[in-house]
């Protein structure tokens, strides 16, 4: 079982920045990705970007060129800086692990952008 703990999302005005975290812990061997997903209501959830084990990163179009995935190993922390953030980056961001082709999800971390 893997668990996962999101944390830094909140409110912030267009323009402004965020960065969340995810912390995992558990059985955490053989982790092919982590990555971060949103969920807009009445929307389908979709990716927003994503991190491979061996460091190639992939980006939703719309996060292109505002924000950027990385990640600290040693402490199992994925981290998603978003800049340049717009209304309708507004969602539920979830924190994502995929091990040994089973993948976990976090609870949740709410990003709202709003003047």
């Known amino acids: 079982q893997v668990h996962l703990v999101e944390s830094g999302g909140g409110l912030v005005q267009p323009g402004g920045s965020l960065r969340l975290s995810c912390a995992a812990s558990g059985r955490i061997s053989n982790i092919v990705a982590m990555g971060w997903h949103r969920q807009a209501p009445g929307k389908q959830r979709e990716l927003v970007a994503v991190?491979?084990?061996?460091?190639?990163?992939n980006y939703a179009d719309s996060a292109k060129g505002r924000f950027t995935i990385s990640r600290d190993n040693a402490k199992n922390t994925v981290f998603l800086q978003m800049n340049s953030l717009k209304p309708e980056d507004t969602a539920l961001y979830y924190c994502?692990?995929?091990?040994?082709?089973?993948?976990?999800w976090g609870q949740g971390t709410q990003v709202t952008v709003s003047s």
């Open positions: 991190i491979m084990g061996a460091g190639y990163t």
């Open positions: 994502n692990c995929l091990v040994s082709n089973k993948n976990y």
